[in-house]
């Protein structure tokens, strides 16, 4: 019945996934001129399409969890973690918190989402086989794609293979569990754990609390006698066995079911959608504006788009400043912190000695602080939404006159945070004694400018080609997402480049001139086509 019920699935899934990626297919540049409309209705097509989206689906999960083990437990306990002998039992100590707490804090059962609503609302299929079948099939996912990365991580920190695979079986098992408990908190009380912000919040902290805070304090707790003790081993069968009885047997999905997945939680709702979703971060209401927000005093020699962008950046400047003034303040606090490290481990000194070994990780640290995915979602809520109704907002000189000063804003707002950070570092620099010669402090100060560059022209130009938002607040686009996260791969990849500073400096402001000028042209070229709302 369940292989059924997820064959079912899969196809309702990948039938609206294929539909989907054909119809942003037909809307790019030059290729989409070959699609046709019949293609929607070529299942072998479709079926083939999805067999693909899968296959990178499967290599992003293993690479997103490798990730994950990696920078949360792997490198944080070597950055941390001067002792060797140490090591390994910190590296337990991140593991077993971050994943044995941090298990309590989602459900994939109460999670609702569109195609849980249609198969289970519009198709009529049987709340329990749904629930219970897609369930097992994502943990089995995990698993699998988990198991690689902590076999390499534990056995990279000292462990061995056998371990590896204890952790990984803790870590599917701790996940039944959470899911196994809140049905049961569910079940008697009618509330959905995962759903309240508190209770979210206060385990967030605690799973980072009791991570973290024993390795900074260099006194982890030694686990490893724990966790791979026969007795525990046995313990662990045992609560998987119980969780898998109690999530098989449980008999009320179907109103679980029918509570959390609304109607009206599918039709579009722009007010609950913004205070719900991603909007919610740049979203300005008209109480809010202040009477100098609404002062056009000193616009006066303005026009045109020039006028309406001056006065758009005016009024939302509170939206737009405050991720800049959270940003420094988190560059001043790392500042601080360094300084006072300095003094208790003088081994933190060494990480900023050398330029060609801190410059590659600069480029990670500069996508994340980039605000232009975040200056584009204001854009299209507080104005691009509306005004694209319009006509004349869609001409080929309004589209590129508004870019070209949305650029400039864009630019001026992320370099505000280049130059806080090239202060900070050079701060260190000067507070630990680090001899840098001019031209490595030259080489290092202008990769920071040209990345901060650099991601001012990939945000608005994946936005004005690419347009990924809808009139529901959603984001559909699947190209838009697959180059984000192929730039994120390429970031990635920048911190296992060995080479002098100048040369990476000279490798990065080519990448800057051959893709703003790329950028530029697809923009010039297809944006007045594509800049549109879906």
């Known amino acids: 019945m369940m292989q059924n019920t997820l064959r079912t699935v899969f196809n309702v899934k990948a039938s609206v996934n294929a539909n989907v990626f054909l119809y942003y297919l037909k809307r790019l540049p030059l290729i989409g001129r070959l699609v046709h409309s019949h293609v929607y209705a070529d299942v072998s097509l479709k079926r083939n399409v999805s067999i693909v989206a899968g296959v990178f689906r499967a290599i992003l999960m293993l690479f997103s969890k490798a990730l994950f083990v990696g920078l949360l437990s792997v490198l944080v306990v070597l950055l941390i973690e001067q002792d060797v002998s140490l090591r390994y039992a910190a590296y337990l100590n991140v593991f077993f918190f971050l994943n044995a707490i941090g298990s309590f804090i989602t459900s994939s059962i109460f999670e609702t989402d569109r195609n849980k609503y249609i198969c289970i609302r519009l198709m009529h299929m049987n709340a329990h086989d749904y629930i219970v079948s897609t369930l097992l099939f994502h943990e089995l996912v995990d698993f699998v794609t988990f198991l690689p990365a902590v076999l390499l991580a534990t056995v990279f920190m000292g462990g061995t293979l056998a371990q590896g695979l204890v952790l990984a079986i803790m870590l599917s098992t701790l996940s039944l569990t959470a899911e196994a408990s809140f049905l049961l908190v569910y079940s008697g009380t009618g509330v959905i754990l995962s759903k309240k912000s508190a209770y979210v919040a206060f385990t967030f902290i605690l799973c980072l609390a009791a991570a973290y805070v024993p390795v900074l304090m260099h006194r982890p707790l030694m686990l490893g006698d724990l966790l791979f003790h026969p007795v525990f081993l046995l313990l662990l069968f045992l609560l998987l066995g119980c969780s898998l009885m109690e999530i098989l047997k449980y008999g009320r999905y179907h109103e679980l079911a029918m509570e959390s997945l609304k109607a009206s939680d599918y039709s579009i709702d722009v007010d609950k959608v913004v205070s719900e979703a991603k909007f919610s971060d740049v979203a300005v209401r008209e109480k809010e504006f202040k009477h100098a927000d609404l002062d056009t005093h000193g616009f006066e020699s303005k026009t045109g788009f020039a006028y309406l962008n001056a006065i758009f950046f005016r009024r939302h400047r509170r939206i737009l400043v405050r991720p800049i003034i959270v940003c420094l303040a988190i560059i001043a606090i790392l500042f601080a912190a360094a ?142 997402n697959g180059i984000n996260y192929g730039v994120y791969f390429l970031c990635f990849l920048c911190m296992k480049i060995k080479s002098p500073p100048s040369y990476f400096t000279l490798i990065i402001l080519t990448s800057t001139l051959v893709y703003s000028v790329v950028a530029l042209i697809l923009v010039y070229k297809y944006a007045p086509k594509t800049f549109r709302v879906k």
């Open 339 to 480: 300084v006072v490290a300095s003094i208790y481990q003088p081994n933190i000194k060494s990480l900023v000695s050398r330029p060609d070994a801190i410059l590659p990780m600069f480029v990670f640290i500069m996508y994340f602080s980039s605000l232009g995915e975040r200056v584009c979602k204001a854009m299209f809520y507080n104005c691009d939404i509306s005004l694209l109704r319009y006509s004349f907002y869609r001409e080929k000189n309004a589209v590129l006159s508004n870019f070209k000063v949305r650029l400039r804003r864009v630019a001026g707002l992320n370099l505000i945070v280049a130059f806080a950070i090239i202060a900070a570092v050079f701060g260190l620099t000067l507070v630990f004694g680090s001899n840098w010669s001019v031209m490595d402090t030259a080489a290092f100060a202008l990769s920071i400018l040209f990345l901060s560059l650099f991601f001012s022209v990939h945000h608005l130009f994946l936005y004005y080609v690419f347009q990924p938002y809808t009139m529901e607040l959603g984001m559909k686009n699947p190209f838009y």
